[in-house]
């Protein structure tokens, strides 16, 4: 079965730190991968998102994350962190078809003065 | 930019009750979808509706709830008789075909069942 974990569950970083948020995914295909985040009372917005070719994709708002076949992984990375980027950040697999994409149970990051 | 547009934004409604949420979801999109995340939790899959018929639904998505394409822009969902646990935050949204990927999601309808 389709699932994806996201081990951290909250992680505080301080303003000007680089960040990584972990993403693990189960799939029997090639997966469409996602990073979604959500600001407070707000939708999710994309940050990235992988298909095929380069494994490593670049984002909005200075986020990339990497593809890693052999590790089942599609971790979000961003060198410098801003106060702004304190938000949920979600992973999420989907396929190529109109079926639905399974999400993880998100990472809250703070982020410190 | 295209978006996703829900209404209403947040809905208290008393248990019971009936309760229609509704989005646009972007004009030459075909695939929608709704979504619902309780307070602090994942955000879980409802169900997919394509070609004026669902798709796929999750086990969430009981008898008492059903999904509706009533005209060609707005796209419903409708819980029949709330309870309490129906409370969330439920998002719509869409896609324009099946090898583009990305879901574009609406800001979201707030639910409180009282």
């Known amino acids: 079965a389709q699932s994806v974990t996201q081990p951290d569950i909250h992680i505080t970083v301080s303003e000007g730190a680089s960040l990584e948020l972990r993403c693990n995914y189960s799939y029997g295909a090639t997966p469409y991968l996602f990073w979604y985040v959500q600001s407070p009372g707000q939708g999710l917005q994309l940050l990235l998102k992988?298909?095929?070719?380069?494994?490593l994709v670049q984002g909005i708002k200075g986020f990339e994350a990497e593809f890693k076949r052999s590790q089942s992984s599609f971790n979000l990375r961003k060198p410098s962190v801003h106060w702004s980027d304190a938000a949920e950040y979600f992973c999420?697999?989907?396929?190529?078809?109109?079926?639905?994409?399974?999400f993880g149970t998100g990472t809250s990051l703070t982020v410190i003065p | 930019e295209p978006e996703v547009t829900q209404t209403p934004s947040h809905q208290v409604t008393q248990m019971g009750q009936e309760v229609i949420l509704r989005c646009v979801p972007i004009?030459?999109?075909?695939?929608f979808y709704w979504y619902r995340q309780i307070l602090g939790q994942k955000v879980e899959f409802l169900v997919s509706f394509y070609n004026n018929e669902i798709s796929e639904k999750s086990e969430i998505f009981d008898d008492q709830f059903s999904v509706e394409r009533p005209d060609g822009s707005n796209f419903t969902l409708k819980i029949r008789s709330t309870k309490l646990e129906d409370s969330a935050m439920y998002f719509c949204?869409?896609?324009?075909?099946?090898?583009?990927?990305?879901?574009?999601f609406g800001e979201g309808s707030r639910l409180t069942v009282l």
């Open positions: 999420a697999v989907g396929q190529n078809t109109g079926n639905q994409f399974y």
């Open positions: 949204a869409s896609r324009s075909g099946p090898n583009t990927g990305e879901l574009f």
């Open positions: 992988y298909f095929s070719g380069d494994t």
């Open positions: 004009s030459n999109h075909l695939y």
